[in-house]
């Protein structure tokens, strides 16, 4: 059992823990840069990245009360002055808005990140970036965010038409590596390549029409992989100024979901540049 003070709400409209109410219909992105953060492993990202001093913080906790023993080590990660507020199951619920069987949920914070110019400058020579042109869909964003941790990338950039990468569900698909993973949300898509080719990035603009098999693209430095959204994909003015790859398939499918894609483009890329270690890696 945690040694830390908890309290109690019985009340779904009690003031204290008003960031949580109706969370699915109310999600806080957008707000100071305010977000929920939901389950055990998202966060144990958050209280990690809370410690380190990334520009994350958590501001309070609400745990389903029976929850509370089961999870002790994780509510002694985050520091002595968060509060800890605990709930029976039906006033969670009806702080929430529907069934919140997970019974695990915090508020946190990000501060303003890098500008995408600066986060660019502070790359190092040897990297690997990934970039997201109108990828609406949560799912897909937190499948990114995924999978550019998974495969050693060091930056994601998002244009202006992308999600926010802190909306509640992208963070949980996810598993919490928005909060790891540097990244820029700004611009348009076209703007953000610019600014990467001149700092000397090779740019792979990934297509089922892509000019060039993913896994004959030669290893380089410094180099972008670059995602469209489902269905209408990178903008035809995109895939004509920038080089383009493609993943091979079975012809009688018309492309790959973005997650999948852009998973296996970030293998075939770390495995390129030498980023992957072990016999599957090598």
């Known amino acids: 059992m945690s040694g830390r003070s908890l309290v109690e709400i019985t009340d779904p409209h009690d003031p204290r823990i008003a960031e949580f109410s109706q969370i699915r219909e109310r999600d806080l992105t957008g707000r100071g840069g305010r977000f929920i953060a939901e389950g055990t492993v998202v966060l144990r990202m958050l209280a990690a990245a809370h410690r380190a001093g990334r520009g994350?913080?958590?501001?309070?906790?609400?745990l389903l009360k029976n929850r509370v023993e089961g999870v002790a080590d994780l509510i002694d990660a985050f520091p002595?002055?968060?509060?800890v507020y605990v709930a029976d199951g039906a006033v969670l619920d009806a702080i929430a808005g529907f069934h919140l069987h997970r019974g695990v949920l915090a508020l946190g914070r990000r501060d303003a990140g890098l500008a995408a110019a600066d986060l660019i400058d502070n790359l190092s020579d040897d990297c690997l970036v990934l970039v997201g042109c109108g990828i609406s869909n949560h799912d897909n964003i937190g499948a990114l965010f995924r999978n550019a941790a998974g495969f050693f990338a060091d930056a994601v950039l998002l244009d202006e038409t992308c999600c926010d990468p802190l909306y509640r569900k992208?963070?949980?698909?996810?598993?919490?590596s928005v909060l790891t993973m540097p990244y820029a949300r700004e611009s348009l898509a076209e703007d953000l390549l610019g600014k990467l080719a001149d700092a000397g990035f090779e740019i792979w603009a990934l297509s089922p029409a892509g000019k060039i098999e993913i896994g004959d693209i030669a290893p380089a430095r410094r180099m972008a992989l670059?995602?469209?959204?489902?269905?209408?994909?990178?903008p035809a003015h995109i895939?004509?100024?920038?080089?383009?790859?493609r993943i091979a398939q079975s012809p009688?499918?018309?492309?790959?979901?973005?997650?999948?894609?852009?998973g296996i483009a970030l293998y075939s890329m770390a495995r390129a540049m030498g980023r992957l270690v072990g016999p599957l890696g090598r």
């Open 56 to 62: 994350i913080a958590a501001e309070k906790l609400l």
């Open 80 to 83: 002595a002055d968060v509060p």
């Open 170 to 176: 992208a963070l949980r698909v996810s598993v919490g």
């Open 226 to 234: 670059v995602m469209g959204t489902e269905g209408e994909g990178l």
């Open 239 to 245: 895939l004509k100024r920038f080089r383009s790859a």
């Open 252 to 262: 009688g499918l018309d492309s790959l979901n973005v997650g999948t894609a852009s």
